[in-house]
């Protein structure tokens, strides 16, 4: 029996936020979405700089349409519902600006908080 897992919470004055369509648990700000422009298996998804209550599983190395990559997928540490990857490794220059950096779907994200 390990200790469950505090969830973070995202401060209430950074208005726009992603939450785990699951859970509701919160994923990310809106403020370190880097990119719109991805694709994930169940369609569009976004690029994230930082993000919070995940966990990481092992990377490995994939082949993805921009080359070679070692990526881990990543779940909601609060439903453990695949949410996308993280690249930890990328081996092409151009897209070297990746690394560290996290994929979430979009069909497992809602916004949450003064979108408008
Ligand atoms: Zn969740």
Redesign the pocket.
Known sequence: MGKRKVEEFLPDECHRRYC?V??R?HLANHDELISKSFQGSQGKAYLFNKVVNISCGRAEERFLLTGLHAVADIF?S??K?TLGWKYEHAFEASQKYKEGKFIIELAHMVKDNGWD
Do not use: E, N
């Open positions: 785990c699951h859970c648990a909601c609060s439903c519902t």
